[in-house]
């Protein structure tokens, strides 16, 4: 058993786990840089950033930089969505004009218009299970599958009772247009690399 196992049976055993305690024993583990760490419905994922996992994420990031600035950007950020622990770090997340930190200096979910993923092979499944439905309970306008082993992108909009209504995939080199939703923007998805 590690320390994480102890220390997060002993808060569990009190009726004390929260994301808080989980990342704060994360927080004291050796983990090698460049390893994105989340919490999705209390177990704990850690995968390592390969590089055209990062060129997907920091080309959306230019992108979204036409309709909103540096501060309403976030990537692998540590944000609280509904659910049974879910803390999640979204590889892209984008929130609303005058959006304020909570007191734990966190965004909070219910500022957050866009949300994307880039699939990596070990943990593909909760972006599209349990975090596109987190992402639905939390009403995130948009949210983005960007999947390098398709070569397609998965589009979620008109989030409603938990689920997405609308969805519309893309082959990687056709363009997302997101003009009618708060992002404001067609989205290029011609230099997206493929794994």
């Known amino acids: 058993m590690t320390v994480l196992d102890d220390r997060t049976e002993m808060a569990d055993d009190m009726g004390e786990l929260t994301l808080d305690v989980m990342f704060e024993s994360l927080e004291k583990m050796p983990i090698p840089e460049g390893t994105k760490v989340e919490i999705v419905g209390g177990n704990i994922f850690m995968s390592p950033q390969r590089h055209t996992h990062w060129q997907i994420i920091f080309d959306v990031l230019e992108q979204l930089r036409v309709s909103y600035s540096r501060a309403q950007l976030a990537s692998d950020v540590r944000i609280d ?4 622990l879910n ?3 979204c590889d892209v997340a984008a929130v609303a004009d005058g959006a304020v930190k909570d007191d734990k200096g966190r965004w909070r979910h219910q500022d957050v218009e866009f ?3 880039v699939i990596s092979k070990d943990t593909a499944a909760n972006d599209y299970g349990p975090k596109k439905t987190a992402y639905a309970i939390a009403e995130v306008p948009v949210y983005l599958i960007a999947d390098p082993y398709q070569g397609r992108c998965h589009l979620f909009t008109q989030p409603k009772d938990g689920e997405y209504m609308t969805e519309t995939t893309v082959v990687f080199g056709t ?3 997101l003009t009618t939703t708060c992002v404001a923007l067609t989205l290029t998805t011609a230099d997206f690399p493929r794994d």
């Open 175 to 177: 363009d997302i247009d």
């Open 115 to 117: 949300v994307a993923e």
């Open 81 to 84: 969505f509904p659910g049974r």
């Open 87 to 89: 803390g999640f770090a």
